[in-house]
């Protein structure tokens, strides 16, 4: 079983399928290394896919407490897996609280991304709605502790953002939500209130993001409140991105819209690959991009 170390120790379980360019796949709070199955399968014809459990999702290792989690340490968890896995350069996709990680890899090793994709992230990251997601966040970790992950699972599984998986396909909805029930409860909390809840926000990192030269894909669903603002605000910073809204989508875009997320990532990916991905001149009007071939 292979397995990284992380510059505290921590070990981290990670899997690998496919050969090729490596693609980093990075998960979701209420997901882990399974959740990307069906981009795994596809694109595990062409790359290799490298998937990993985040530091308090068995098999990765639980910390007891919760001074071992944090987002910065997220950062560089990922960089551990692709230095186990000999990965100098990846591809790197990553959803919501793996979207946060993916984007921070870009900023802080640039060196180890070919290309990355960011999905619906931005949830707290407006700066007047900072307060209520650490409220939120500090709610929900509770309960985790005081109630465990399979009552959790519930109620968290029906969110505003997530019951679009369940209208689309309810037989992912139920593998997502006994995954989540079967999640260890103190690694969720200790996530909840290391990464989620003290993370910066994207608003305050927009200089640093205005000097992104890394390929980077936004996507976000339409129906995902928390995304929708901050993701504009992404593609608005970084001149090397581009945004696609997915219709009639919530939070899980990877499982509600398995081959249209594929596609997109796809093209994205063989456009970076063949050097045809460029970037928006600060100098022209807005919306308008230079150096991207479409023919």
Not at 5 to 12: I, K, R
Request: charged residues 20%; contains cysteine; proline residues 5%.
């Amino acid at each position: 079983m292979p397995r990284a170390t992380a510059s505290d120790g921590v070990g981290l379980h990670w899997e690998e399928s496919g050969s090729g360019t490596p693609i980093l796949f990075v998960h979701e709070f209420a997901g882990d290394h399974r959740s990307w199955a069906p981009q795994v399968r596809h694109f595990a014809k062409s790359h290799r896919c490298i998937t990993y459990a985040a530091r308090g999702y068995p098999p990765s290792d639980v910390p007891r407490d919760v001074s071992s989690y944090a987002q910065a340490l997220a950062v560089e968890d990922a960089d551990s897996v692709l230095d186990a896995a000999r990965a100098g350069k990846a591809h790197v996709v990553g959803l919501s609280m793996g979207g946060f990680a993916t984007l921070h890899l870009v900023l802080t090793h640039p060196d180890r991304v070919l290309s990355a994709v960011v999905g619906g992230v931005g949830y707290g990251a407006q700066p007047e709605k900072q307060d209520q997601f650490r409220k939120e966040s500090n709610a929900i970790a509770d309960a985790f502790q005081s109630q465990g992950s399979a009552v959790v699972a519930e109620s968290y599984a029906v969110g505003p953002a997530r019951v679009q998986l369940q209208n689309k396909n309810p037989e992912a909805w139920r593998e997502f939500k006994d995954a989540l029930a079967q999640h260890d409860a103190t690694g969720a909390a200790n996530t909840m209130l290391g990464v989620q809840a003290t993370r910066p926000s994207l608003y305050a990192m927009q200089e640093q993001l205005r000097v992104v030269r890394t390929p980077v894909l936004i996507l976000a669903g339409d129906e995902d409140e928390g995304s929708l603002e901050a993701s504009l605000m992404l593609k608005r910073a970084i001149p090397t991105s581009a945004l696609l809204i997915l219709p009639r989508t919530g939070h899980t875009l990877n499982l509600e819209e398995p081959e249209l997320f594929n596609a997109t990532v796809e093209r994205f990916m063989a456009a970076v690959e063949n050097g045809e991905w460029g970037t928006r001149d600060p100098r022209a009007t807005a919306g308008s991009i230079t150096g991207v071939r479409t023919s």
